[in-house]
């Protein structure tokens, strides 16, 4: 029944297929070649950037939800680490306050400066007059009329002891309590131990939340890819007809959820930018209020690196598995 | 280049598409399927381009049994093959040009040889000038010739056509079915499942004829069957 027709001199010749279409034709299963892959790449790459630009609003709003999404734990994380800075600066004022007994008289306070100066651990001493105590005072906000109204000065002489480096403030604090002189030694560790405990509660609310609303930006792109993959079910039929795998097809979809979350992770790094420029100036201004030198720092650009970077592997993946269910949803049906 | 060895379909509902087919088809030939509605022709195609499983026997391309041919090879195994539909197929919101290009596209062809390769296919059915327009904007005729150029733009080696004029008055239906004709001197196999059967005959070629799922006839117009 087999039969071989002959191919007529003046045969309709068709052009000679490119190389590398014999290569596809002929391999079947073989490795694509370097340029074939970085081809079906760039294509898929345009489809998707032509299938964002086709619905404008539609994509619009689904990078601004997942935009918002994204924001919120970098405006925590920014947060925080504006926190930590206060805490940081505050940390470096290590130095012990040593109150001595108001009742000393000149000798004594320098007998007790003396052997302050020669406890183990003490780098520096400083001495506080209780004139210049007062004069502090007035130049505190609300003290002025206070300390007017004194008829004598009641403060006592204070010492600023600088630890060495290796000394905590607290061991400092335990040794100079001990010395003759010495009415009250106050060291601040523990509420900065306090901010250290809420700065380590807030870094992991931060991180819980980042996980919780990266994993509903991941849920928000893959739903916008499924909603895809459904309105493009008869291209996707044509294209598994012609020979695309299955890798070929979602291939477009991945870049896809990538850019939705790349464009996401810029917004939310575009709406810290502007966070921070809001309020900028008017934390400087309360810092100023309380004398602070305290200034806000601006986003980080290592935070805002990782925003993008998560924001294209969750859309990836949230690409992925939409995708990828709903063609085995399609195929079963 | 295809072979049949006693095939049978049977679908979920209980009937049965296909009996006991066998016929070979060799490289380079051009063969037509006809028979009435319901007789098998549509399901013979969809068994050739794996969109349906044979329930009995076996079906080779090339050597290659198609039973063995599941999951990823799928896709490599169509790349082989050029297919043309009765309703064309064609993405409406591509231009004919972007239509054409898709086979082309899948197998990863690099873009100045997929605009050339384009044109070729284009230029051989007729349609060349037109890449840009939409399919809506081409008549019936035109967009089957898209969905030929479509077919045979990365040079398979098989070209199959389920009811490719079935939607086209009979002037058309001619010149597409003479386009198959000078399409099989380029040396690609070519089968064409079609109900009209007095067509056919005037394109001189071999004719498997089938009627309720099985082969009643193997001829060839002019010489005798």
């Given at each position: 029944m087999?039969?071989?027709?002959?191919?007529?001199?003046?045969?309709?010749?068709?052009?000679?297929?490119?190389?590398?279409?014999?290569?596809?034709?002929?391999r079947?299963?073989?490795r694509?070649?370097?340029?074939?892959?970085?081809?079906r790449?760039?294509?898929?790459?345009?489809?998707?950037?032509?299938?964002?630009?086709?619905?404008?609003?539609?994509?619009a709003?689904?990078?601004?939800?997942?935009?918002?999404?994204?924001?919120?734990?970098?405006?925590?994380?920014?947060?925080?680490?504006?926190?930590?800075?206060?805490?940081?600066?505050?940390?470096?004022?290590?130095?012990?306050?040593?109150?001595?007994?108001p009742?000393l008289?000149?000798?004594?306070?320098?007998?007790?400066?003396?052997?302050?100066?020669?406890?183990?651990g003490?780098?520096?001493?400083?001495?506080?007059?209780?004139?210049?105590g007062?004069?502090?005072?007035?130049q505190?906000?609300?003290f002025?009329?206070?300390?007017?109204a004194?008829?004598?000065?009641?403060?006592?002489?204070?010492?600023?002891?600088?630890?060495?480096?290796?000394?905590?403030?607290?061991?400092?604090?335990?040794?100079?309590?001990?010395i003759?002189?010495?009415?009250?030694?106050?060291?601040?560790a523990?509420?900065?131990?306090?901010?250290?405990?809420?700065?380590?509660?807030?870094?992991?609310?931060?991180?819980?939340?980042?996980g919780?609303?990266?994993?509903g930006?991941m849920?928000l792109?893959?739903?916008?890819?499924?909603?895809?993959?459904?309105?493009?079910?008869?291209?996707i039929?044509i294209?598994?007809?012609?020979?695309g795998?299955?890798?070929?097809?979602?291939?477009?979809?991945?870049?896809?959820?990538?850019?939705?979350?790349?464009l996401?992770?810029?917004?939310?790094?575009?709406?810290?930018?502007?966070?921070y420029?809001?309020?900028?100036?008017?934390?400087?201004?309360?810092?100023?209020?309380?004398?602070?030198?305290?200034?806000?720092?601006?986003?980080?650009?290592?935070?805002?690196?990782l925003?993008?970077?998560?924001?294209?592997?969750?859309?990836?993946?949230?690409?992925?598995?939409?995708?990828?269910?709903?063609l085995?949803?399609?195929?079963?049906? | 280049?295809?072979?049949?060895?006693?095939v049978?379909k049977?679908?979920?509902?209980?009937?049965?598409?296909?009996?006991?087919?066998?016929?070979?088809?060799?490289?380079?030939?051009?063969?037509?399927?006809t028979?009435?509605?319901?007789?098998?022709?549509?399901?013979?195609?969809?068994?050739l381009?794996?969109?349906?499983?044979p329930t009995?026997?076996q079906?080779?391309?090339?050597?290659?049994?198609l039973?063995?041919?599941?999951?990823?090879?799928?896709?490599a195994?169509?790349?082989?093959l050029?297919?043309?539909f009765?309703?064309?197929r064609?993405?409406e919101?591509?231009?004919?040009?972007?239509?054409?290009a898709?086979?082309?596209?899948?197998?990863?062809?690099?873009?100045?040889?997929?605009?050339?390769?384009?044109?070729?296919?284009?230029?051989?059915?007729?349609?060349?000038?037109?890449?840009?327009?939409?399919?809506s904007?081409?008549?019936g005729g035109?967009?089957?010739?898209?969905?030929i150029?479509?077919?045979?733009?990365?040079?398979?080696?098989?070209?199959?056509?389920?009811?490719?004029?079935?939607?086209?008055?009979?002037?058309l239906?001619?010149?597409?079915?003479?386009?198959?004709?000078?399409?099989?001197?380029?040396?690609?196999?070519?089968?064409?499942?079609?109900?009209?059967l007095h067509?056919?005959?005037?394109?001189k070629?071999?004719?498997?004829?089938?009627?309720?799922?099985?082969?009643?006839?193997?001829?060839?117009p002019?010489?005798?069957?």
């Open positions: 087999s039969r071989r027709s002959r191919r007529p001199k003046d045969a309709l010749q068709a052009p000679q297929p490119p190389a590398n279409i014999r290569i596809a034709r002929n079947g299963l073989g694509p070649s370097l340029a074939q892959w970085f081809a790449h760039r294509a898929a790459c345009r489809a998707a950037f032509a299938q964002l630009a086709a619905q404008r609003i539609g994509s709003v689904n990078v601004m939800v997942i935009g918002l999404a994204l924001a919120l734990p970098l405006l925590l994380d920014h947060a925080v680490r504006n926190l930590a800075q206060v805490g940081g600066a505050l940390d470096e004022q290590r130095d012990v306050t040593v109150f001595l007994d009742d008289d000149a000798a004594g306070v320098d007998a007790s400066m003396r052997a302050l100066l020669a406890v183990d003490v780098a520096a001493l400083r001495r506080r007059t209780p004139g210049q007062l004069e502090e005072l007035r505190l906000p609300g002025e009329a206070a300390a007017a004194l008829d004598r000065n009641p403060l006592p002489w204070v010492a600023l002891a600088t630890p060495e480096s290796g000394v905590t403030g607290a061991e400092l604090a335990a040794r100079l309590e001990a003759d002189g010495v009415d009250l030694v106050q060291h601040d523990a509420w900065r131990e306090r901010l250290d405990r809420i700065l380590g509660l807030l870094r992991r609310i931060v991180q819980v939340l980042a919780l609303l990266g994993l930006a849920l792109i893959a739903n916008a890819i499924r909603l895809d993959v459904m309105a493009r079910r008869e291209e039929s294209v598994s007809l012609l020979g795998s299955d890798a070929h097809v979602r291939r477009p979809f991945l870049y896809g959820g990538a850019l939705y979350g790349v996401g992770a810029a917004l939310a790094i575009a709406l810290s930018w502007l966070v420029l809001l309020l900028r100036a008017p934390v400087a201004a309360l810092a100023a209020s309380y004398a602070a030198d305290f200034r806000l720092s601006a986003p980080s650009a290592a935070a805002s690196v925003a993008l970077v998560a924001g294209a592997v969750l859309g990836w993946i949230g690409a992925l598995v939409a995708a990828t269910l709903q085995l949803s399609d195929r079963a049906d | 280049m295809i072979r049949f060895d006693g049978g049977r679908y979920a509902n209980g009937g049965d598409a296909l009996t006991e087919l066998s016929f070979e088809i060799g490289t380079g030939e051009m063969v037509f399927v028979g009435h509605s319901g007789a098998g022709k549509s399901t013979l195609i969809k068994l381009a794996l969109i349906e499983r009995r026997g079906i080779a391309v090339d050597g290659d049994a039973a063995n041919t599941r999951g990823a090879r799928i896709a195994y169509r790349q082989r050029g297919l043309v009765q309703d064309y064609l993405l919101d591509r231009s004919v040009a972007a239509n054409v898709l086979p082309l596209q899948i197998a990863g062809c690099d873009q100045t040889e997929l605009q050339k390769r384009v044109r070729a296919a284009l230029d051989l059915v007729g349609l060349g000038g037109r890449e840009r327009a939409r399919p904007m081409l008549s035109e967009q089957q010739r898209v969905g150029a479509r077919a045979i733009v990365a040079r398979p080696a098989l070209i199959v056509a389920d009811e490719p004029t079935g939607n086209l008055d009979p002037q239906a001619s010149e597409i079915m003479q386009l198959f004709v000078a399409l099989a001197h380029t040396g690609s196999t070519i089968l064409v499942a079609s109900h009209d067509l056919i005959q005037r394109m070629r071999r004719v498997l004829v089938l009627d309720k799922g099985r082969l009643i006839d193997d001829f060839r002019g010489k005798g069957a």
